[in-house]
């Protein structure tokens, strides 16, 4: 009977140690992904030639506090997003305020599972080297948007498993504009983790603002391991991030260089950034 009693009590423990592992690796698997979220619906507006012309809309957008972004469509114009609504009702609410603030004119609410873009434009725009990056060859006239805004063409994804690879083409075809974020009080390192951001809200996924957040979030992948859409870090230390872009495949990765410079793709490897390598994240 002694024998039997020590046993159920062994048993008993066993179990809660087992128990406590599962609650401790539980806990350690949500704070990793901490500050990741699927984006509710979203407010896109404008419809520009020229990229200056999307760039002070976004700024003007962001002096009212409102965290806006600007890309290119696949019809070669650039449209300004901002927004995580938890419904649609809520986002019109605010792009109606927005109109009578006349702020904005027309606008179209983007829904939750939205991807803007799935598949690569053509050969030659995805991949280009650093030193053939190349600006339109005419001078384009801004677009006046029409009185009903035009739904973007959209392919939804059709397998999550593909996300990384959606998220590596989106950062690609980003490759070419200047971009410039936060407007003029933007601090370092802000413009690569906002045009990181943008990608990634384009996706359909809210991720950390600032790229020292963002390390902080996701799963760890080793650099040997490193898939389309992952997000690798640079800097002198884990506490000292400065720098972030999106792995897009063959050891190359897209990225926000400095303020106003062009988005550009360069190797993972490349001798500045194989010494402040710190590390990569996935998110999908």
Sequence with gaps: MANLLKYRLIFIRLQL???LFCLCTISVHAAKSTGITRLGYAIQMGAFAEVKNAERFAAKLQAKGIEAFYFRKDNGVYAVRFGDFPSKEKARAVAKKLVAERLIDNYYVAPPNEVVFTQTKGPGWQKPQPDEIRKPATHLQPVIPNDI?????????KDTKDMGAIAARTAERFVGIPYRWGGDNVVEGMDCSGFVRAVYNLCGLSIPRTSRDQFKAGDLVTKDDLKDGDLVFFGSSADSINHVGIYVGDGKFVHAPRRGEEIRITAVNE?????RFVGARRYF
């Excluded at 805004?149 to 994804?157: R, S, V």
């Excluded at 001798?271 to 010494?275: G, P, Q, T, V």
Aim: aromatic share 12%; hydrophobic share 35%; charged share 30%.
């Design 149 to 157: 805004a035009e739904k973007p063409a959209t392919k939804p994804a």
């Design 17 to 19: 140690t087992v128990l």
């Design 271 to 275: 001798s500045y950034f194989e010494k």
